[in-house]
């Protein structure tokens, strides 16, 4: 398959960072955005800037239209039953936290089990562990394999007819696993459980499909496929969310208020309390309809041929560690021995090369994984052979640098 050429895409990528041209390999953490994303926002303030839902005039009624417009866009993209099963969040964090909140309020008792990985972003695993806390649930963690995948046999042992709740990543933003999503939430099912899917990683680079993977609840985030930040979703079946309360209050999410009481709005509107996103959903609409112009195909394509061309040459380094397993998506985690993640990341940025360093809010992981923290280079359409052998180079200066002072 022919590589995709999209650089041209996206302005931030035609700079210079320390006298070098600019190599973004932190998409991971957040990704670029193409000129198309930033004209529909710019486009939305200069013309349609009004709020939704209420206003009779025309600004309003095209506000309103882009807004739920930009929701039917998302429930084709992933392949959800309703629109109204689209909820519009901050993000990941908030659309997982909605399901910790409100969801455990109605259906989790002491006792019952919630069920996770070591390799959860703390995203989804803090609002499990307050939970917890507030119900005396009691935290079940599915073991890893040594290569930081999940077996079924783990998944059968951990999961019982006492879990209520599995709330798993679809992809690691760490070690770049993907997990078999569908086998675990069929199981779980069978188990009498609901599923929680933490999509930040995969909705980017794989085409998601929530009937098929038939998830309860499914989160991700705009700013990591090319949508602004500030947005993000939360998919949910309306079997269950018809059953949850709101988890903030005020305006727009309301049906009929007296002094004393009010009653809520249908879905979707009645998780939305407040003026919404707005622009940001106007954005995401805008980088969902770029990323379907190139094919998510395409793109996992892309991604696999620089992932497996980096991974090639890394193993031709020595003194490098790379955490993981081997079939993955597109990133890999490493660290060059005796050196501080810090340390290398910063030289790599004076050659231009931007990646990650830390523990990737993944402290357990990294406990795990038996170190403080890692470095990441996580690989996007936009990204080329070009920049790889640029990494690469990048990471020769650094070792030799480093092989110096030590």
Partial sequence: MTPLDVKQDFPILTQTVNNHPLVYLDSAATAQKPQMVIDAIETYYKYDNANVHRGVHTLGQRATDAYEGARE???????????KEIIFTRGTTQAINIVARSYSEKFIQPGDEIVLTPMEHHSNLLPWQQVAKRTGALLKFIPLEKDGTLSETAVKQTITDKTKLVAITHVSNVLGTINPIKEITTYAHEMGAVV??????????????????????????GH????????????????WLNQMDPVEYGGEMIDFVELTDATWKELPWKFEGGTPIIAGAVGLQAAIKYLENIGLDKITAHEKMLTDYAMEQLKQLDGVDIYGPTERCGLITFNLKDVHPHDTATVLDSYGVAVRAGHHCCQPLMKWLNVTATARASFYLYNTIEDVDRFIDGLKQAKEFFGDVF
């Fill in 224 to 239: 990591k496929m090319c949508g602004p930040t500030g947005i993000g979703v939360l998919y949910g079946k309306k079997q």
């Fill in 73 to 83: 866009t998302v429930q084709q993209f992933i392949n959800a039953p309703h629109s």
């Fill in 196 to 221: 929680l899917v933490d999509g930040a990683q995969a909705v980017p680079h794989m085409k998601v499909d929530v009937q098929a993977l038939d998830c309860d609840f499914y989160a991700f985030s």
